[in-house]
């Protein structure tokens, strides 16, 4: 190998050396639609020569091509990917973009300014260490700047760059980024920000985004780049309380038995002792495994398998920490809550919560209030519509670790997940554990459900008869209660008008109140079950959710449920209350079937055919399938 050769080989591995130890910043541009965010960031890459001849060239022909600067560069097009975007002059998505300088390395997050892109610019934030936030000149602080600064703040984000765009067309005048300025610090004094760096700029003409500009000699604070190059961003998270989250128990053979996942933060040496803190089970690190061969000591984002000194037991979604520093373990907590889908948040309803590793099934069982994040004021409300957010109790089938989020970001935080369609409906962060997660326990009792139906001669279990208004539910219900009195089986029916009178009657016809009077009811019968008693549930029911729910309450073959299926119009002819009459003239509202949805059982035990059967039939086939299944 020639000397010429050892020497770029050397000046390549020094380079690249360089470029390792260099710090990463993330950090996100927002505010209101039109304040130039994706100007700013395509003006910095092009400042900053951090573009490729391919880029300049497609840059060069679409900006003559689009047109929005005259034939001159719109750097805006190096952002807005989307066709939809270009053909709007908006941003929908988030776009992310790398670049570095001598001092640092940056990762960019472009978010959308618009109000229902909101979920948008939380995915953008909640990974950023920095938010600049965009105000233009010409229309000072606007709704949605207000809003993008309160979720930053919830997402964590103490740093913040008020970037004040436009400035050449205010001619450049001190006073209004004055008042700007000073109108944004009164506001943002709710926030709880660190710092707030305002800079002047035109992100278009480039004045003050690397160089401090000549039009404004009055500023004479850092460049946006300078200040990016510069600034303090956060704290060091390999200092921080070692976390765990267990992703998969790696065991190739029997020989071998790790625990594998990426470290959220702090670091583990081996000879550490560690436990996993919902079981209290503890042990000691005994290798620290990876791709690459052991290791001695990891650290925050690596990846690795640990194996213990100890067999303890632990799967999927459980959490290894230090013994001296370990994480809340309750199975209810307040958390915020923002909502990401076209669909309501319903308080009762069943979705799948994703924290850390752990997927459990969960319900927001308290809706505090909302926030209106215009004026930050709190307001009363049974629901969450898209882009709204909560403040919520949210409990769980069984306990979990966690941080508050304010402390650990990776396990103070989580999604909630439809559990039919497996969208995400929802990101939130973790506040604190409900104490009385710690102060309530299941009280043993020596009789037990076995022995109260073992004295019934019966197996206790839910009869649970759903359909539309007027399908014959509950008639059918009736009869089949009279039918296992006959029999001498112990009974009750939970008929909806009848609940609606006593346990239900603060509940109306929103959805939000449906699930509700479902939940109540769901309830209520696996306690007339524990008793050993046949319940016979009679409810519209109308969302597949709320019938889970009750059905996940129950053991295996106890929940029976009865479709009786009856089309709408043979209901609407029946109309014995004349309630579908009402509904059609507007006089009920959010009546099943007419303006509120009804959901179809997908997979019910028992169907009944209420436009051919009758109502003596159905409860008799009822009365013989409940026999045939060994329940009476």
Known sequence: MSTSTETAKTEIDDYLKSQEQKDLLRFITCGSVDDGKSTFIGRLLWDTKL???????????????????????????????????????????????????????????????????????????????????????????????????????????????????????????????????????????????????????????????????PAMPWYQGPTILEYLETVDFGRDVSKEPFRLPVQWVNRPNLDFRGFSGTIASGTVLVGDAVVEPVSGQASTVSRIVTFDGDLETAQVGQAVTLTLTDEIDISRGDVLCQTTDRPATADQFSARVVWMHDTPMLPGRNYLIKIGTSLISSKISDLKYKVNVNTLEHMATKTLELNEIGICNITLDKAVSFDPYVDNRQTGSFILIDRYTNATVAAGTIDFALRRADNIHW??????????????????????????????????????????????????????????????????????????????????????????????????????????????????????????????????????????????????????????????????????????????????????????????
């Open 51 to 213: 573009l490729f001849e391919d880029q300049l060239a497609t840059l060069t022909a679409e900006s003559k091509r689009i047109g929005t600067q005259g034939g001159n560069i719109d750097y805006a097009l190096l952002l807005d990917g989307l066709q939809a975007e270009r053909e709007q002059g908006i941003t929908i998505d988030v776009a992310y973009r790398f670049f570095t300088t001598d001092k640092r390395k940056f990762i960019v997050a472009d978010t959308p300014g618009h109000e229902q892109y909101t979920r948008n610019m939380v995915t953008g934030a909640s990974t950023a260490d920095l938010a600049v936030i965009l105000v233009d000149a010409r229309k000072g602080m606007l709704t949605q700047t207000m809003r993008h600064s309160y979720l930053v703040s919830l997402l964590g984000i103490k740093k913040i760059v008020l970037a004040i765009n436009k400035m050449d067309l205010v001619d450049y005048d001190e006073a209004i980024y004055t008042k700007i300025k000073a109108d944004y610090e009164a506001f943002a004094r709710q926030l709880n920000f660190e710092t707030i760096q305002t800079i002047a700029v035109s992100a278009l003409n480039g004045d003050n985004m690397i160089a401090l500009s």
């Open 443 to 632: 009280q043993s009792v020596d009789i037990h459900k076995a022995a109260r139906s073992s004295q019934k001669d019966q197996k206790a279990s839910v009869l649970w008869f759903t359909g539309l208004s007027g399908s014959g539910k509950s008639t059918i219900a009736n009869l089949v209660e009279k039918k296992l009195h006959t029999l001498n089986k112990h009974t009750y029916l939970l008929d909806g008008d009848n609940v609606r009178h006593g346990l239900n009657k603060d509940l109306g016809f929103t959805d939000a109140d449906r699930v509700e009077n479902i939940r109540r009811v769901g309830e209520t019968s696996r306690l007339l079950v524990d008793a050993g008693l046949i319940t016979l549930v009679s409810f519209i029911s109308p969302f597949r959710s709320e019938r889970q729910m009750a059905r996940s309450l129950l053991e295996d073959g106890e929940f029976l449920e009865v479709f009786v299926d009856t089309p709408l119009e043979i209901c609407e002819e029946r109309d014995i209350k004349g309630l579908y009459k009402k509904a059609r003239a507007g006089e009920i509202k959010n009546f099943t079937g007419i303006d509120s949805a009804y959901e179809r059982p997908e997979n019910a035990e028992l169907v009944i055919d209420g436009a051919k059967m009758s109502a003596e039939d159905a409860a008799a086939f009822i009365v013989d399938s409940l026999q045939k299944r060994g329940l009476i």
